[in-house]
């Protein structure tokens, strides 16, 4: 069973920088997309940035030029750096990631969600 395991997030003063990562395991499998959401209280679930597979990248508006993702193939692994934090960047984290699911016959695609990670962003 795949499992994504998203430690990392708190509580930081706003100006200030955190980083996530989120670690996929279990499971015969390959990584297509890999991809950052977030949904603050009284909110819909939002893009925050995704990685393909070429390494290419896309990020949401509001967080251009100060979040920065990646992934570490070797690790299974995707990271979001966010630098400069507003307020308004406070909400749950969840991460994505699109695998190709190699045990089951013919292979196919499949999205998993990480369970989230509160990240907090104080004035």
């Known amino acids: 069973q795949v499992q994504l395991v998203e430690p990392g997030g708190g509580l930081v003063q706003a100006g200030g920088s955190l980083r996530l990562s989120c670690a996929a395991s279990?499971?015969?499998?390959?990584?297509?997309?890999m991809g950052w959401y977030r949904q603050a209280p009284g909110k819909q679930r939002e893009l925050v940035a995704t990685?393909?597979?070429?390494?290419?990248?896309n990020y949401a508006n509001p967080v251009k030029g100060r979040f920065t993702i990646s992934r570490d193939n070797a690790k299974n692994t995707v990271y979001l750096q966010m630098n400069s934090l507003k307020t308004e960047d406070t909400a749950v984290y969840y991460c994505?990631?699109?695998?190709?699911?190699?045990?089951?016959?013919?292979?196919?695609?499949?999205?998993?969600w990480g369970q989230g990670t509160q990240v907090t962003i104080s004035s």
């Open positions: 279990g499971g015969l499998f390959s990584i297509n997309g």
């Open positions: 990685i393909s597979s070429d390494g290419s990248t």
């Open positions: 994505n990631t699109v695998l190709v699911r190699l045990w089951v016959f013919p292979p196919d695609e499949y999205d998993y």
